[in-house]
C-alpha cells in the first residue's frame, strides 16, 4: 500500500505564493507520472496539474496555467506544487497521487493539505 503525504499548506492573503509538497512511500516513485488535484469546499476533486515520470513534460488545468509550476525529485521520492499569484479560487484541499494509463488516480488518496486564500 502506497502512501501518499502532502504538506505544505496554509493560510495565504491574495497574491501570495506557496509550495506544496508530497511524499510518496515507494522505490519505483521514478516509474509513474504523478499529479496534484485539490477538492474546493462543497465540491468534487478536480485536476490541477500533472507531470510525467521523467519531469518532461507538465500540463496544468487552465485555471492555474502561468501561476503554478510543477516539479518532481525522484531521488526523494517527491513531487512539488509552486503556487503563484494565488487567489481565493485556489481555496482546498490539496492532494497528490500517480496516475494511471487513463491519466486517472492511481493510488488511495493521502490526507490532502489545505491551503486557504483570503481576499
Known amino acids: 500500500q502506497v502512501q501518499l503525504v502532502e504538506s505544505g499548506g496554509g493560510l495565504d492573503q491574495a497574491g501570495g505564493s506557496r509550495r506544496l509538497s508530497c511524499t510518496a512511500s515507494l522505490l519505483t516513485f521514478n516509474l509513474y507520472p504523478m499529479a496534484w488535484f485539490r477538492q474546493a469546499p462543497g465540491k468534487g476533486r478536480e485536476f490541477v496539474a500533472r507531470?510525467?515520470?521523467?519531469?518532461?513534460?507538465?500540463d496544468y488545468t487552465s485555471s492555474v496555467k502561468g501561476r503554478f509550476t510543477i516539479s518532481r525529485d525522484n531521488f526523494k521520492n517527491a513531487v512539488y506544487l509552486q503556487m503563484n499569484n494565488l487567489n481565493p479560487e485556489d481555496t482546498a484541499v490539496y492532494y497528490c497521487?500517480?496516475?494511471?494509463?487513463?491519466?486517472?488516480?492511481?493510488?488511495?488518496w493521502g490526507q490532502g493539505t489545505q491551503v486557504t486564500v483570503s481576499s
Open positions: 507531470i510525467t515520470s521523467n519531469g518532461d513534460r507538465v
Open positions: 497521487n500517480a496516475l494511471n494509463s487513463a491519466r486517472t488516480p492511481l493510488w488511495s
